[in-house]
Every structure is written in structure tokens, then in C-alpha cells.
């Protein structure tokens, strides 16, 4: 029983890691500019 519970703790702790994560990437302003940065591929320099 000890062991399911280590797991749970685990697995929150681990998902609330990439919640933050997650967050932190959205306020950093990381999907800002989807499209643009597809395109840029494109161009040649």
C-alpha cells in the first residue's frame, strides 16, 4: 500500500512539474508566433 502511494505523490508531483512548466513557456510568450516561424523556413535569406 505504501508503494501506491509513493506513486501517486510521484505522478502529481511530476504533472504538476509540467503544468508549471507549461505555464512558464505561455507567459514567456513561446507560442506568440506559430505561423510565422513555419514560414520562415521557407525564405531564403
Known amino acids: 500500500?505504501?508503494?501506491?502511494?509513493w506513486l501517486l505523490l510521484l505522478s502529481l508531483g511530476l504533472g504538476g512539474g509540467a503544468l508549471a512548466l507549461f505555464l512558464w513557456s505561455l507567459r514567456a510568450?513561446?507560442?506568440?508566433?506559430?505561423k510565422g516561424a513555419a514560414e520562415r523556413v521557407l525564405y531564403d535569406d
Do not use: S, T
Not at 500500500?1 to 502511494?5: F, P, R, Y
Not at 510568450?29 to 506559430?34: A, E, F, P, R, T
Open 29 to 34: 510568450g513561446q507560442y506568440d508566433d506559430i
Open 1 to 5: 500500500m505504501d508503494v501506491i502511494l
